[in-house]
């Protein structure tokens, strides 16, 4: 006999109600799709970033987009509501320049400073073409739950008028954005992934499996945030650990390897 669809782990059905888009700025093969993902990207960015949060000043964000130098090195994610039609969430993995294979990634530029100098995955220990950055993560506002996350743009999320079963996915949104950001990483060759991002996000990523590793001191950057790391080996040890995580990284897999061209 078929489940209902509250006892159904909410792992299981995410992919029923979003969808994943992929976007490369160096994609030959369909530019103007690829500008349009990445203009919407930016878009949620600034929507997020810049009037919800205020980490961006409105004047840096001309056009109502939030841009910066590394977008045009990044492979850029984006998850859509199936039902709203609205875009609810984004990640971009940044990649190593080959051009200047020894140019920072974002979090050096931001936090260099704070990092453990003497830590094994010190980015100035590790071969730059195998580096990347998981940045820039969002959830909309219109997803974000109204229960104390308001904070903070990586969040849970409410808001509209749905089914109990299909809110019980909204809070795996920001999960789910890295665990799409693990198959790039996997896709495109990499070992080695960093991100900033506050405290508490690595902390409910380690409950779901994907234990980030501090390589940093806090510092005060979009409020208080520190760098941490993560080998791909542990990032998909994590995905294969459970058959909730298992089935989203099938997710991300089926949406995102026909969309695919790593340069």
Do not use: W
Not at 152 to 165: E, K, L, N, R, V
Not at 179 to 208: D, F, K, N, Q, S
Not at 238 to 248: C, I, N
């Amino acid at each position: 006999m078929t489940p209902p669809p509250e006892a159904v782990s909410p792992l299981l059905q995410f992919g029923s109600y979003f969808d994943l888009a992929l976007a490369d700025p160096d994609d030959g093969g369909a530019p103007q799709q690829a500008a349009d993902l990445i203009d919407r990207a930016q878009h949620l960015r600034y929507e997020v970033y810049c009037r919800e949060f205020g980490f961006e000043r409105e004047e840096d964000c001309p056009g109502q987009r939030e841009r910066d130098e590394y977008d045009a090195r990044s492979l850029h994610c984006l998850l859509m509501h199936h039902a709203s039609h609205h875009d609810a969430g984004t990640v971009r993995l940044v990649l190593s320049d080959p051009g200047r294979p020894q140019a920072p990634m974002p979090f050096v530029a931001h936090c260099g400073a704070s990092l453990f100098t003497d830590h094994p995955a010190h980015p100035s220990r590790l071969a730059p073409e195998l580096c990347c950055e998981v940045s820039r993560l969002a959830v909309a506002s219109t997803f974000r739950k109204r229960f104390g996350e308001n904070e903070s743009p990586i969040g849970q999320i409410d808001g509209i008028d749905i089914s109990a079963p299909e809110l019980r996915t909204y809070p795996l949104i920001s999960l789910a954005l890295f665990v799409a950001a693990t198959r790039l990483v996997a896709a495109c060759g990499c070992l080695h992934a960093y991100a900033i991002m506050e405290p508490r996000l690595a902390r409910r990523l380690a409950a779901a499996g994907l234990k980030f590793e501090r390589i940093g001191n806090d510092v005060e950057y979009h409020g208080r945030r520190a760098a941490f790391y993560i080998h791909l080996d542990t990032a998909l040890a994590a995905t294969a650990a459970l058959p909730g995580m298992s089935a989203m990284y099938e997710y991300a897999l089926a949406r995102l390897d026909p969309q695919i061209r790593c340069r």
